[in-house]
């Protein structure tokens, strides 16, 4: 098995659609669908990306503390999902189905193996 990072992304200026809490209840049972599956790691939505804060430690002295998002951009993540799947395939099924399940784009990234004692 594999974990994947599945992460919705979107833009802060995205309207709310009317349809919102259809929204939500299409996500709740694609999480209560992962979580019967055994795929469900971890999951968590996020608030927009200007209540986001960068600390960066990479220099000596104090570390540098900014508001906003570290990148400049109009579209930011705005959630994700942590799978445990068999291959990319299953990752790619399940990110087809949250993207229309959140209405937003999934990116899926795998993530890098442990490495060896």
Not at 46 to 51: D, F, I, K, S, V
Not at 92 to 102: H, P
Request: negative net charge.
């Amino acid at each position: 098995m594999t974990q994947y990072l599945l992460s919705v992304h979107g833009s802060d200026a995205d309207p709310v659609p009317d349809n919102v809490d259809d929204l939500y209840a299409a996500v709740d049972r694609f999480n209560a669908d992962l979580q019967r599956s055994g795929s469900w790691v971890f999951a968590g939505g996020l608030h927009p990306a200007h209540t986001a804060t960068v600390v960066d430690a990479t220099r000596t002295g104090d570390p540098v503390v900014t508001d906003g998002p570290y990148l400049e951009s109009k579209e930011h993540l705005g959630g994700f999902w942590i799978v445990d799947v068999p291959d990319l395939d299953a990752a790619l099924e399940l990110a087809r189905r949250g993207s229309a399940a959140c209405a937003g784009p999934v990116e899926v990234r795998p993530f890098q193996d442990e490495p060896q004692a």
